[in-house]
């Protein structure tokens, strides 16, 4: 009798932890890529933090692009198991698992003469991939003491995000010429002022852990047509012109970038373009745009080597990204005299001429004085 007691008040409680210990309880297997992350219980929490880890490379996007799609780079499964309770992995360690880091991002930080262009090369990249994944950065305004990321952060589970973005955006206007045999040839005036046309661009675009991946034009709709400027220049050669006719302040290919307003489709940020970019071939000369006297010649941070004139009247002009500087501080100029050469120095994604236009110290669009 005694015995039973015993039995039934030692042996059976060990009895029922045992069957306890073998009861399977419903859980979750975090699959990536075909192998078992971790076990956890709670669903809805999981999908929470999952959530969360995906939104924060929404943060630096524009609020009004249209988010299309969120996934994972990894063949992601979230599975239904049975499994004992002891099988559970502790919810910290999951998360742990999901914020893991690959390789953290690379910064450095910019120092007096480096620029877009030499710092892509040192860098074994080209000068998209770094503006892509410096998208704050106005390359024409980095300083030295300023950080530029070189190596993306890489996390583990790489997060892909599918935008829309609409942006409006500056058709450039042509500029028109009249020849008239009573001007001079370095003698010009503007008819009528070009006005520029708008655009409306929707960019289709995909983040890979924020940063773009792809960036494509999927439909440009036009709001505004440009009106074109009419610029009446003179045929009437003098002496020490020896004749030749030149309009410009350079033989370029194509202008690269209008003045004014740019969104970047992306992050949504405006910036502000103060010149006209023409690109050109590396080493062309660049002439003066009327008579002047130099009041900056030389290193000018994002601009590189640049050349300021002052023609009098509040108007000055600015040559920007120079290979070469023909002209000193305080040095008087005739238009279409020879100034330096075209290239592509401070922050510059490629041979051209920056070419800015200031009128009583506002800039204007150089188109309109082209
Ligand atoms: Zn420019």
Redesign the pocket.
């Known amino acids: 009798m005694l015995f039973v007691i015993i039995f039934v008040f030692a042996v059976f409680p060990a009895l029922i932890s045992w069957a306890d210990y073998l009861k399977k309880v419903p859980a979750y297997q975090f699959v990536v890529d075909g192998e078992v992350w971790f076990t956890i219980a709670d669903q809805a929490a999981l999908e929470k933090v999952l959530t969360d880890y995906q939104q924060q490379y929404l943060e630096k996007v524009d609020p009004d692009a249209q988010v299309k799609k969120i996934s994972f780079a990894q063949d992601v499964q979230l599975i239904p198991v049975e499994v004992r309770k002891d099988q559970i992995d502790p919810f910290p360690q999951a998360i742990e698992k999901i914020y893991a880091v690959e390789n953290e991002a690379v910064e450095i930080i910019i120092k007096k003469g480096d620029n877009f262009w030499n710092l892509a090369k040192t860098y074994n990249m080209t000068v998209a991939d770094l503006e892509i994944l410096n998208p704050d950065v106005d390359p ?1 305004r980095i300083y030295p003491g300023d950080k530029l990321v070189v190596s993306p952060f890489n996390p583990v589970l790489d997060v892909i995000i599918e935008l829309e973005n609409t942006v409006v955006e500056a058709i450039p206007f042509a500029v028109q010429y009249q020849k008239n045999n009573n001007m001079f040839t370095h003698e010009k005036s503007i008819v009528r002022e070009g006005v520029e046309g708008e655009k409306e661009v929707v960019y289709h675009i995909t983040l890979r852990n924020g940063y773009q991946e792809t960036l494509k034009v999927i439909q440009e709709t036009t709001l505004k047509e440009p009106t074109n400027a009419v610029v009446r220049v003179g045929t009437r050669t003098t002496v020490y012109r020896g004749g030749r006719v030149n309009y410009g302040v350079v033989q370029g290919k194509r202008i690269s ?1 209008t003045y004014g307003w740019r969104i970047h489709p992306i992050t949504g940020q405006r910036r502000f ?5 023409i690109a050109a071939n590396h080493g062309n000369p660049v002439y003066a745009y009327t008579d002047g006297r130099v009041v900056e010649a030389g290193w000018n941070g994002g601009y590189g080597n640049c050349i300021l004139i002052d023609h009098g009247n509040g108007l000055k002009t600015r040559y ?1 990204h120079l290979s070469r500087i023909n002209v000193k501080v305080g040095q008087k100029v005739k238009t279409g005299q020879r100034i330096g050469a075209v290239g592509s120095t401070g922050n510059s994604t490629g041979p ?1 001429l ?1 070419f800015e236009v200031i009128k009583n110290g506002k800039t204007q669009n150089p188109l309109n004085y082209l």
């Open positions: 024409h970038s373009h103060e010149g006209l970019d920007a051209h920056h």
